[in-house]
């Protein structure tokens, strides 16, 4: 079993930046995709970005490509996502998932149903 823990949610101005973490333990062997989602009151949770876990392959909701960069540090277990040129449509809540499916396509992890876990989550918020 892999356990998740999001960090690095915090308040920034539209325009700004921002870095989460998600830090895995536990059988982090068996992952093959991690990814983050975020969710917004009312509305049901949209992928924002995936990464394999190993080689490295990305890849981004059109709404953050360009703005938005998925990294990882295989030594530290650690996810990342760098958030550029935020907007308010950003917030609020972020979710990183890990995935041990095998899929060819990268696109396939864009849906809520590949993945085995989530973390807890890490507030976002965006001003204007």
Excluded at 20 to 27: E, F, T, Y
Excluded at 108 to 122: E, N
Aim: hydrophobic share 35%; aromatic share 12%; net charge positive.
């Amino acid at each position: 079993q892999v356990q998740l823990v999001e960090s690095g949610g915090g308040l920034v101005q539209a325009g700004g930046a921002l870095r989460l973490s998600c830090a895995a333990s536990g059988r982090t062997a068996s992952v093959h995709v991690m990814a983050w989602f975020r969710q917004a009151p009312g509305k049901e949770r949209e992928f924002v970005a995936g990464i394999r876990w190993n080689g490295g392959s990305t890849y981004y909701a059109d709404s953050v490509k360009g703005r938005f960069t998925i990294s990882r540090d295989n030594a530290k277990n650690t996810l990342y996502l760098q958030m550029d040129e935020m907007k308010p449509e950003d917030a609020p809540v972020y979710y990183c998932a890990f995935s041990t499916v095998i899929y060819y396509s990268l696109s396939r992890y864009s849906s809520r149903l590949a993945y085995d876990s989530w973390g807890q989550g890490t507030q976002v918020t965006v001003s204007s």
